[in-house]
């Protein structure tokens, strides 16, 4: 029988994140499973091609870090002081790839996201670290869609009509 005692649980601290965790932390209960709460930083590398100063992009990336550690410290205060199996984890890298890299090494069992982030109800189906993640994944993939399982009071898109 397959038993799920590490959920990864990527969060990118907009809005939604609170919802996706609630759910998160539900199901970690009731399996009597450990969280590692996950926040990737867009790698930068990709604009060292572009006539930008190494230095000014290392030191944004260490400011973006040290936003970050601070924004997990807060998330984890909000969210998490009911729960403390919980493994707070800040990489950088692509956000997709380094994800599911995560996953592997953590040796976690599921993965529980949102269907959308900070971009919102842009994308009507997935945002894309959702689908890059629920395509390429080799761990199974739950999907929390916030504006419907959830308690966000957005104006909610229509359903989608059926494919006949
Ligand atoms: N930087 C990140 N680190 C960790 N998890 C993330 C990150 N970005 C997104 N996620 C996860 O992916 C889910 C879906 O977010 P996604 O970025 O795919 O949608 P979006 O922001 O609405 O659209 P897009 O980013 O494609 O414009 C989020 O709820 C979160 O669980
Ligand atoms: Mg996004």
Redesign the pocket.
Known sequence: MVEIKKILL???FSD??PV?AKWAKDFAKQLKAKIIL???L?DLTAYEGIYVDIKTLTELENTLYEGAKKSMEDFLKENFSDFPEVEPVIEKGD?VET?INLAKEKGADLII????????L??IL??????GVVKNSPIPVITINPYRAGLLTVEEPALEPEIA
């Not at 996201?113 to 919102?120: A, D, E, L």
């Not at 997935?126 to 689908?131: L, N």
Request: negative net charge; hydrophobic residues 45%.
């Open positions: 990527p969060v990118d939604v994140a996706v996950a926040y990737i867009e956000v994800l996201m949102g269907t959308h982030g900070r971009k919102g842009d994308k997935f945002g894309s670290v959702a689908e």
